[in-house]
C-alpha cells in the first residue's frame, strides 16, 4: 500500500532555529505539494512541484521559507529562522501527473516553534 | 476570485441519521471537486472526487456527493451516519490552471450523539 511518508512526525524547538521537513512521495508521482493547516487559516498551499521544478510557492513567506526536491524520492521544506506564527501542521501530498487526478496526503508534521 | 465555501462550521447528527454537508465554489475554470476526511491528529483522507461525467458521485464508507453546476455546489451525503463517522470533512477544488494545486474550505467539524 502505496503512502506518502513524512519526518518528523513532531518538532518542537525555540524561535531563531531552522527546521526541516521531509517528504517521500509515493514512487512514480511526479507532482508534490505543501500544505499548512491552522486553526485560523485553516489549509493553505503553500508551494508545488512538477518532475522537481518548482511551479508555484506564492504561498510562502519567501523570506524565511524555501522548498525544494533534491530528487524525485524526497521534497524538503525549510524554515529558517523560524517564529511562533509558524506553529502547525505541514502536510506534504503528492499526485500522477495525469491531469487533476488525486492527491494523496502524508501525515504531516506538527511542528511548534516556542 | 477563486473560493471554496463550507457554510457549516459544525454539524451534530444522531448515529442512524442522515447527513448532508454543504459545499459551494466560486473559480473560473472548470472545477475538479474533491472531498477528505480528517480525524483528530491524522491527514487527510479522499472519501470521493468529481472531475467529470455523472454528477452523482460514491466514495468510500457509504458516502456520496452530487455537483450541481448551476448551484455551483458538490455537497456530501450519508444516508446513516456511524459514530466513527465523527470527524472533520473538508471540501476542496482545483483546476488546470493552477497545477491542480488544491483550494481547501474551512471545513465541517461532524459530531456523532448516540
Known amino acids: 500500500d502505496a503512502r506518502v511518508t513524512q519526518t518528523p512526525r513532531h518538532k518542537v524547538t525555540e524561535m531563531g532555529q531552522e527546521v526541516t521537513m521531509r517528504c517521500q512521495p509515493i514512487?512514480?508521482?511526479?507532482?508534490v505539494f505543501w500544505y499548512r493547516q491552522t486553526m485560523m487559516q485553516g489549509l493553505e498551499l503553500l508551494a508545488y512541484?512538477?518532475?522537481?521544478?518548482?511551479?508555484?510557492d506564492s504561498g510562502m513567506p519567501k523570506d524565511r521559507f524555501s522548498a525544494e526536491m533534491p530528487d524525485a524520492t524526497l521534497a524538503t521544506l525549510k524554515i529558517q529562522p523560524s517564529e511562533p506564527r509558524d506553529s502547525a501542521v505541514y502536510f506534504c501530498a503528492s499526485g500522477p501527473d495525469t491531469g487533476g487526478e488525486t492527491q494523496y496526503f502524508g501525515p504531516g508534521t506538527r511542528l511548534l516553534v516556542l | 476570485a477563486q473560493s471554496v465555501t463550507q457554510p457549516d462550521i459544525h454539524i451534530t447528527v444522531s448515529e442512524g441519521a442522515s447527513l448532508e454537508l454543504r459545499c459551494n465554489y466560486s473559480?473560473?475554470?472548470?472545477?475538479?471537486l474533491f472531498w477528505y476526511v480528517q480525524s483528530p491528529g491524522q491527514g487527510l483522507q479522499l472519501l470521493l472526487k468529481y472531475f467529470s461525467g455523472d454528477t452523482l458521485v460514491q466514495g468510500i464508507k457509504g458516502f456520496e456527493a452530487e455537483f450541481k453546476r448551476s448551484q455551483s455546489s458538490f455537497n456530501l451525503r450519508k444516508p446513516s451516519v456511524h459514530w466513527s463517522d465523527a470527524a472533520e470533512y473538508f471540501c476542496a477544488v482545483g483546476a488546470w490552471n493552477s497545477g491542480y494545486a488544491l483550494n481547501f474550505g474551512k471545513g465541517t467539524s461532524l459530531l456523532v450523539t448516540p
Open positions: 514512487l512514480g508521482h511526479n507532482t
Open positions: 473559480y473560473g475554470a472548470t472545477p475538479y
Open positions: 512541484f512538477r518532475n522537481r521544478a518548482p511551479l508555484d
